[in-house]
């Protein structure tokens, strides 16, 4: 149960980098500080969006 409950608070952090990276305003550092996720996660976000 925690597990699953871990993973959907990591999807939530995930959807928030991604609306702040399409934003624009916000550099790789503040995304991660606000979403504690880490600058590889964050980077790794930026080229999924390029792709996509």
Not at 17 to 42: C, G, H, N, P, V
């Amino acid at each position: 149960m925690c597990d699953e409950i871990e993973k959907m608070k990591k999807t939530e952090r995930i959807k928030i980098a991604q609306r702040m990276l399409s934003s624009e305003k916000f550099t790789y550092d503040e995304i991660a500080y606000f979403t504690d996720l880490t600058l590889e996660e964050i980077k790794t976000l930026t080229n999924n969006q390029l792709f996509s």
